[in-house]
Each structure stands twice: as structure tokens, then as C-alpha cells.
């Protein structure tokens, strides 16, 4: 195989999928070498089939809003792979959610669901709903007609959807509300990321941004670091930089930025317990503006409209926000004050050029699917624990994504230490990934 030529074509047949298409480069550029080593996958076609999801649905949703308007949206479910296990992944709300988006995060889905050790296949799914401005009202009703057509797709042994960008704790609820009217069976497993009063793992809302820090603590420590005392610089201020900023602390670093799509917010002095509980009342305002931090805690936090958290001087930088949310020119000017480690925790937050410069520029970096799996495993946790009709303590799901964490690193180490003994930490994971998938479909024959 060949990667260039098999861009080539997936150029040709998916114009404008840019996502989609650079996801699949970055994973293709990782496993040719190893790809090639093995005419088994060749003879079996199974690059060919791994980047084409297994199916997409793509369904209208209509809902009333608070001043009695119809609304129409778009609503999709790309099921990429169920090789490992059934098909597992987010929802995504956002503005500008389109099918290229979705199978970018399928595709990394199902690579980083492989990492985690655990038996799940990559999904994604979502819709161009714009929660911002919306109310609570809306939100339910949005929600509830989402689900109205999501519903006859997904099952606990099918495919398990769960939160993402502008869906959480909030929106899971009123999903599964909906469900279980329309299935009449109270099937827990259907869904993860739920309260923790009825089936919701203990420690969901924080593990991946706990995971994240527990795989930089790895990482740091392999490079005979520790985050004690390390200035951080976090861009978002949703669920997964909330978890972030709860462990940073915790691990007793200093939490110097966190940003928004409106500006960054710099904290001199670190962001403190208050600040931190304040971010999810933020998200849940759905008015998308860090500045309300500055706001809020004034002389703590001061904002800057139009700048990024890659602007503030720190040791590490984790993009926790979007993708592509890095550029070359962001790595550049993040080098030039002094950072040495960028562990990207949203997907694909870097862009090609950034990593590129990262790498060749003595900057440690690590890939989102990687960094970010802690949330998924623990989802895949919540599966468990649903199918056994059991709840464990947080400190037993807390040992468990320690361990996972840990365990992901060292698949990272195992296939991406380098002749010199350097660690290209992408290569480690997309290979890591890639070999588990790829020798359980051809396992499985051709299907
Ligand atoms: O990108 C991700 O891994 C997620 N949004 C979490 C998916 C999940 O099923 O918990």
C-alpha cells in the first residue's frame, strides 16, 4: 500500500472532506512501513476497508422553538468499525458538524477505543443543532427529537453512543429519557456519560480530562519530569478542560490560561477550586464565553478578546477545545516562550504543520487518541457496570483509568520508540491501533 495513492483516490471520490482526509493521512503515514511488512492485510484489502465506515445514517429533526418557530436540523450516526466490539462514540452539537467531521471522529474513534484495552468499535455521531443561545427548554426539545429518530440505531450490543462537544451530563439525560419511552425497557447500557443516580459511572463527567493528565504525568516521567510546579495552558472551558484543570491542580501544577471561542482568559497566579466549579455553570449558560471567568473573579482572571490560551506563557500547553484548534504559527510562538511538552487532549487539535513542528523542534507531543481515551474507556467502564447491574466506588473506577492510562502509554513506547530511543508517541498509537483492529478483521474474514 501506498499512501499517497490511496489519498489520491480518497481525494477524488470525497472532495471538501478535508477532516475526514486528514485523519486518514496522519493514520496512513504512521502504518505504511509496518502495513507493508505484512502482505496478509494487503491480500485482505484492509486499509481499503478501515477508512470506509461500515454505514451512516443521516436523518432529519424537527423541533418547536421557545417562540414557537419550526426548526429543521440535520442528525447523523457514522458507524465506522465494530472489529473489536461493538460500535462506540459521541454525540457532537455543534454549528458546524458535518459528514466530514463525523467520519474523522469515527475514524480516530475506532483507533483510540483500540487503545483503551477494552472490546469497542468507533462510532460517531451528532447534528449542525447550535446549542449556543438556546435554552433549557430548547435543549430538551432538541434532544428529545434527535433521540425520536436515533433511537431505532442504537442498542447496548449494537452501538453506544455518549457526550461530546456540546453534549453532557444535561443532554444525556434528556436523550435517554426519550429512549426509554420509545423502547419501553429501562436498557442503561444504550447510552454512557449518565447520572450517577441512574446507571452513570462514578468519575465519567471527569475522566477524560483526568486521563489526560494521567498520561502527561507518564509521558513527563518517562522524560525524567514531573508536572509538580509545571505552568499549564489549557484552551476551553468545557467538560474536558474542566477535568483537566481539577487534576492539573490536584498533581500540583499551575493552571496559568484557559480560552474560549470569544478570547483567552490568563490566570497568573493558577486557577483556584472556585474557578474551576465555575466552568460547568458557564457551559450550562450556553452563552460560549470565557469572559464571564473574568467576569466573575475579577483581578484573578484577566481576558483578552481574540487571543488563544497558545498566547500565555507555559511549560505545557493541552489543547482541550477543537479540532485543528493548533497551527504552525501556535506551536511557533508557544516554542518561542518556552514550552517543551504539548499533550493534545481534543481530537485532532493540532494541526499537521504544528505536530510537524513539535517534533522536529524538541517540543514532546502526544495525540489526542492517545491522551484523550481515558473518557471513552471510562464510558466502556459505565458498560460494564450496566451489564452486571453494579456501581463501583469512584476510587475503583479511578484505579481502573490508571491503569488503562498507563497501559496505553506503553503501547505508545512499544511501537513508537525510534532507532535513536526518542518516542514518536503518533506513530505509537496509530500502529498500536491499527494492529489490533486490522488482525480482528482479518480474523473475521471478508465482511
Ligand atoms: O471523543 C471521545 O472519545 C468522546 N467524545 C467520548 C466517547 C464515549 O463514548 O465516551
Redesign the pocket.
Known amino acids: 500500500m501506498k499512501t499517497k495513492d490511496i489519498m489520491a483516490r480518497l481525494q477524488a471520490k470525497y472532495p471538501g472532506e478535508n477532516e475526514y482526509l486528514q485523519a486518514v493521512q496522519e493514520v496512513l503515514e504512521s502504518i505504511e512501513e509496518i502495513y507493508n511488512q505484512h502482505p496478509e492485510f494487503e491480500n485482505a484489502k484492509i486499509v481499503e476497508r478501515m477508512v470506509e465506515p461500515d454505514r451512516i445514517f443521516t436523518f432529519r429533526v424537527t423541533w418547536v422553538d421557545d417562540r414557537g418557530e419550526v426548526q429543521t436540523n440535520l442528525g447523523y450516526r457514522v458507524q465506522f468499525n465494530s472489529a473489536i466490539g461493538p460500535y462506540?462514540?459521541?454525540?457532537?452539537f455543534h454549528r458546524a458538524v458535518t459528514p466530514s467531521m463525523l467520519k474523522f471522529?469515527g475514524f480516530?474513534?475506532t483507533f483510540?477505543?483500540a487503545l483503551t484495552t477494552l472490546p469497542?468499535g468507533g462510532?460517531?455521531g451528532g447534528s449542525d443543532f447550535d446549542p449556543k443561545g438556546k435554552s433549557d427548554g430548547e435543549i430538551m426539545r432538541f434532544c428529545q427529537a434527535f433521540m425520536y429518530e436515533l433511537w431505532q440505531c442504537i442498542g447496548p450490543d449494537q452501538d453506544?453512543?455518549?457526550?461530546?462537544?456540546g453534549?453532557g451530563g444535561r443532554e444525556i439525560g434528556y436523550m435517554y429519557g426519550m429512549y426509554k419511552k420509545l423502547a419501553r425497557e429501562y436498557n442503561t447500557g444504550v447510552l454512557?456519560?449518565k447520572g450517577a443516580t441512574w446507571g452513570g459511572s462514578i468519575l465519567?463527567p471527569e475522566?477524560?480530562g483526568f486521563g489526560a493528565l494521567y498520561f502527561t504525568q507518564q509521558l513527563l516521567h518517562k522524560h525524567g519530569q514531573d508536572i509538580a510546579g509545571k505552568r499549564i495552558a489549557i484552551s476551553g472551558f468545557g467538560n474536558v478542560a474542566w477535568g483537566a484543570c481539577k487534576k492539573a491542580v490536584e498533581l500540583g501544577a499551575k493552571v496559568v490560561a484557559i480560552s474560549g471561542p470569544d478570547g483567552v482568559c490568563e490566570i497568573p497566579d493558577g486557577i483556584t477550586a472556585e474557578m474551576i466549579d465555575y466552568m460547568p455553570v458557564m457551559r450550562l449558560s450556553n452563552r460560549d464565553k470565557v469572559q464571564d471567568m473574568a467576569d466573575k473573579f475579577p483581578g484573578q482572571a484577566k481576558f483578552t478578546a481574540g487571543k488563544k490560551a497558545w498566547s500565555v506563557k507555559c511549560d505545557i500547553a493541552l489543547p482541550c477545545a477543537f479540532q485543528n484548534e493548533l497551527s504552525e504559527a501556535d506551536a511557533k510562538e508557544l516554542k518561542a516562550n518556552g514550552t517543551w511538552c504539548c499533550c493534545e487532549v481534543s481530537?485532532m487539535g493540532c494541526q499537521p504543520e504544528a505536530i510537524h513542528y513539535f517534533q522536529h523542534n524538541g517540543v514532546y507531543f502526544a495525540p489526542?487518541k492517545a491522551v484523550?481515551?481515558g473518557?471513552?474507556?471510562?464510558?466502556?467502564l459505565?458498560m460494564t457496570q450496566n451489564a452486571e447491574h453494579i456501581s463501583w466506588s469512584g476510587k475503583e473506577v479511578d484505579e481502573k483509568l490508571h491503569f488503562i492510562m498507563e497501559s496505553i502509554h506503553a503501547q505508545c513506547v512499544k511501537y513508537g520508540t525510534q532507532p535513536d530511543g526518542s518516542v514518536d508517541y503518533v506513530k505509537g498509537a496509530n500502529i498500536a491501533g491499527f494492529m489490533k483492529v486490522a488482525t480482528a478483521m482479518l480474523e473475521q474474514g471478508i465482511v
Not at 453506544?160 to 462537544?165: H, K, L, T
Request: net charge positive; hydrophobic share 35%.
Open positions: 462506540k462514540g459521541g454525540l457532537r471522529l480516530e474513534q483510540k477505543n469497542m462510532a460517531k453506544i453512543p455518549a457526550g461530546d462537544v453534549v454512557t456519560g465519567r475522566a477524560t481530537n489526542g484523550n481515551a473518557g471513552v474507556a471510562t464510558s466502556g459505565e
